[in-house]
């Protein structure tokens, strides 16, 4: 798999391979984690969570890790397969307000 | 979860006009929220729109410029008023249960003032 430093917008792979998406998040408050995943021309569409309370959450294909030490979240995808190219959002959430988004890594998968 | 419907998905408009955005969700949600995503950018959070009281404005949003309207659990207005060519975007509502659980969102409006 390739890693994507913190902050670059795009990460390319190819077919087959793992994909790592970081996100840094900014409030030592925030208690729930969210993965996006917005295809173009849609809305964000829930991939994965997490709470504060854990530091590894598995689903199909997906792993999140939560680190709150450094206040970093990951996000990775296995097999990683052509209709898994999009954008990737990260949101926190602070207890009592609304999702705030990060920037987004752009994943793009060839074959 | 749940299905969110914007209605348009988008327009275009003149500059000075207003424009009013519909969301329907298709089960009770408790919270809404709007959002705005520039192309190439990140959401940003317009307000939380309250049932039968005003919204709740973000730094930087007002409610004369963005009015909101929320009757009920399952519907939502976002009106963008007196539009200019920086208000063409994406603007997207988005559906939950609480502040902390999952958010579903809707296909967005793409909206491009002229």
């Known amino acids: 798999g390739e890693s994507v430093g913190l902050h670059l917008p795009t990460l390319s792979v190819q077919e087959g391979d793992n994909s790592i998406i970081n996100c840094a998040y900014s409030?030592?408050?925030?208690?729930?984690f969210i993965w996006y995943k917005q295809e173009s021309g849609k809305g964000p569409q829930f991939i994965i969570d997490?709470?504060?309370?854990?530091d590894k959450r598995q689903g199909q294909r997906v792993t999140v890790l939560l680190n709150k030490t450094v206040k970093h979240l990951s996000l990775q995808i296995a097999a990683t397969q052509p209709g898994d190219s999009a954008v990737y959002f990260c949101?926190?959430?602070?207890?009592?307000?609304?999702?705030?988004f990060g920037k987004g890594t752009t994943l793009s998968v060839s074959s | 979860s749940a299905v969110i419907s914007q209605k348009p998905s988008r327009d275009i408009c003149q500059r000075g006009t207003s424009l009013t955005i519909q969301c329907q969700v298709d089960?009770?949600?408790?919270?809404m929220f709007w959002y705005r995503q520039q192309p190439g950018q990140s959401l940003t959070l317009i307000a939380t729109?309250?049932?039968?009281?005003?919204?709740?404005?973000e730094s930087g949003f007002v409610i004369d410029k963005f009015p909101i309207s929320r009757p009920n659990l399952t519907f939502s207005t976002l009106t963008v008023s007196n539009m200019s060519p920086e208000d063409s975007s994406i603007y997207l509502c988005?559906?939950?249960?609480?502040?902390?659980?999952?958010?579903?969102f809707g296909q967005g409006t793409r909206l491009t003032v002229v």
């Open positions: 949101a926190e959430n602070i207890p009592g307000t609304a999702l705030i």
């Open positions: 409030n030592s408050a925030s208690d729930y």
């Open positions: 997490i709470r504060s309370n854990m």
């Open positions: 089960s009770q949600v408790t919270m």
């Open positions: 729109a309250n049932q039968g009281s005003e919204a709740t404005y």
């Open positions: 988005s559906g939950g249960q609480s502040m902390n659980t999952e958010a579903f």
